[in-house]
């Protein structure tokens, strides 16, 4: 049974095993029930799937996902948990396995192979703020079968991921997440709902992954090249970011003239441009460059 949503219960187990939270590994582990169910099922976790769980800490949502789910993978990088997890707040449930690794040195998409024979898995996590953009561009980026991803991150970052031109907050991540995903606020979630309390709000988005990207580009990972290449150099021009970039190699008379060829003046800065307009914009400087 799902225990540890249950502040007492969690400060048991942390006063059992003497454990002593980690800043430097994001730990804020919940205590809310309330966000618990909200997150599993806003996630739609059933018996038909397998859920990757990045960062389980003492194992609090992993145990409501273990009770929703076929099957569990774990991924947890502080040694010290381990043996929480796996003699104790996990001992129960035979469909979890843990494993004590940095989530961005493992192959997710050979364990999706293997455990869920390819087919789309579902991420759940309560996730580590420092690393929240690695994580989310490493599940976009290297051709893990996903279905969904439910996740708790820095309310700011929710913000950026849903965002679009003309905002400040508005980034490489907002148009990665439009590329690859349909977002949905899920909950705001106060610092009272862990333990410590993190010193910045929280909130749960649910990213929901295309069949089919949005737009037609002929060169995805330049296009992305792009992307970063105009919001690394924010206050310049998109002309001056492009051109500045060391890993593009388009001359500046090419460069403008693409910018033209898709309707923008020569001023324009790269925070101003659509998703569809960085695709037209990538198809064009490949076509001039044929
Ligand atoms: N899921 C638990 C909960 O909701 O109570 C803990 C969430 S806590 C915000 C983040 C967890 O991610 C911690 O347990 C931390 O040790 C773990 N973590 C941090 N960096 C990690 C990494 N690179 N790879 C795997 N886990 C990591």
Redesign the pocket.
């Known amino acids: 049974m799902a225990t540890?949503g249950n502040p007492k219960n969690t400060i048991e187990i942390l006063n059992k095993y003497g454990f002593n939270f980690?800043k430097c590994?994001?730990?804020?582990?919940?205590?809310d029930t309330h966000v618990l169910e909200k997150i599993i099922r806003s996630a739609n976790v059933t018996k038909d799937d397998m859920v990757l769980?990045?960062?389980?800490?003492?194992?609090?949502?992993?145990q409501y996902l273990c009770e929703n789910a076929r099957e569990v993978v774990a991924?947890?990088?502080?040694k010290n948990?381990i043996p929480i997890l796996e003699g104790d707040t996990l001992a129960e449930y035979d469909n979890i396995m843990v494993i004590n690794?940095?989530?961005?040195k493992v192959d997710i998409a050979k364990i999706a192979k293997e455990r869920n024979g390819g087919k789309p898995i579902k991420v759940v996590?309560?996730?580590?703020?420092?690393?929240t953009t690695p994580?989310i561009m490493g599940l976009f980026e290297n051709e893990v079968p996903i279905e969904s991803i439910t996740v708790?991150v820095q309310k700011e970052v929710a913000d950026r991921m849903q965002t679009g031109p003309g905002s400040k907050d508005y980034g490489a991540l907002s148009l990665a997440v439009q590329y690859y995903a349909e977002p949905y606020i899920v909950a705001n979630v106060p610092p009272n709902c862990?333990m410590p309390r993190p010193n910045v709000g929280s909130a749960v988005i649910r990213l929901t992954l295309h069949k089919q990207p949005p737009v037609d580009v002929v060169d995805q990972k330049l296009m992305f090249k792009i992307i970063r290449a105009s919001f690394n150099q924010r206050r310049k021009t998109l002309q001056n970011g492009l051109n500045n970039a060391p890993d593009l190699h388009f001359s500046k008379e090419i460069i403008l003239q693409a910018i033209e060829n898709i309707g923008k003046p020569a001023t324009v800065r790269g925070e101003a441009l659509t998703l569809e307009e960085f695709a037209a914009l990538t198809n064009e400087l490949v076509a001039l460059t044929k």
Do not use: H, R, S, W
């Open positions: 540890l980690k590994f994001g730990q804020n582990f919940l205590i769980e990045i960062g389980p800490g003492i194992g609090t949502m992993t991924v947890e990088i502080d948990l690794e940095d989530i961005l996590a309560n996730l580590p703020y420092y690393i994580i708790m862990f």
